[in-house]
């Protein structure tokens, strides 16, 4: 998709990855709906960007994604992409995994993505099509000690988004997935439980979140289903040559000849 001209919602704009996609889409024409929680952040954001509004929104309350997207098309009539990137760590081993953090953390990295898409989806359809990039986590595709219920709620994602691209596919709604490592954000001072270490004894270097940015803008750009970020940004895919496609093993394609719930059906050709 264009990016020039659209009309795009960023979650978790307020902060990181979320502030410097909104900054890059605005910078190439596209008409910017900021959300998120910390309203001043959000409103001192968007009077730098040159047709930007701030919506307050917690993206954990259904009710506020509903009004998210309903201000975008009282203002816009329209919403061309969707970037779910609100999202949260949770970075402790599996024995002082607490169930009530997890089931938090699910919410606000799983179960607001989805709603949000799900809120999206009648406009996208209505105007022949849309783009959702969900900002997931290279945490998803290996195994990370320490890190387990962080990586279980993006890799829940992943798979909500490959579906989603399926079965949005016939609307010409595409859905991407991009995958960040270690950002300098505020994320890992914001944790919900836990911390990070740095990557233990690799000492990961962290990546500057404009270039998050611009591979959102590349997955945006290209439909591609699965983005690692750059330099330059690349897409991945299942039994691929790149180190992290291992973590893509299952089949990217549906399941021949499966119909699924209210007759879903697989495409011959899902592209
Ligand atoms: N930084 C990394 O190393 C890294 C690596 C891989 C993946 N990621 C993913 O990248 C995404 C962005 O993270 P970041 O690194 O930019 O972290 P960040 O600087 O901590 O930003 C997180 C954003 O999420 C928003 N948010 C949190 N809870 C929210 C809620 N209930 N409703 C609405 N917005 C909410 C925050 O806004 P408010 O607090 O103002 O609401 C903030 O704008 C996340 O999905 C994260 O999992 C990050």
Redesign the pocket.
Known sequence: MEIDGAVAIV?????????ATARLLAERGARVVL????ME?IEALAAELPGAVAVR????DPAQIGRMVTRCLELHGRVDILVN?????LHVPLTELRADDLRAVFE??VV?PLTAMQAVLPAMRAQGGGTMVN?????SLRLFPGLGGYSAT?AALNLLSQVGRIEFADSGVTVSVVY????A????Q?LRAGSFAGGGARRLP?DP?ELVAAAIAFAIETGEAHVMVGPPPRSIVPGGDDPWSGGLARPLAPTPGWVGGHGVATPADPG
Do not use: W
């Not at 959300?35 to 910390?38: T, V, Y």
């Not at 960040?180 to 950002?183: K, L």
């Not at 954000?185 to 890992?188: G, I, L, N, S, V």
């Open positions: 979650t978790g704009a307020s902060s990181g990855i979320g502030a959300a998120a929680r910390r952040r929104t917690d993206v954990t990137n609100a999202g949260q760590g606000l990295n607001a900002v997931s986590s290279a945490t993006k960040p490592s270690v950002t954000t505020e994320f890992h914001s962290a979140p």
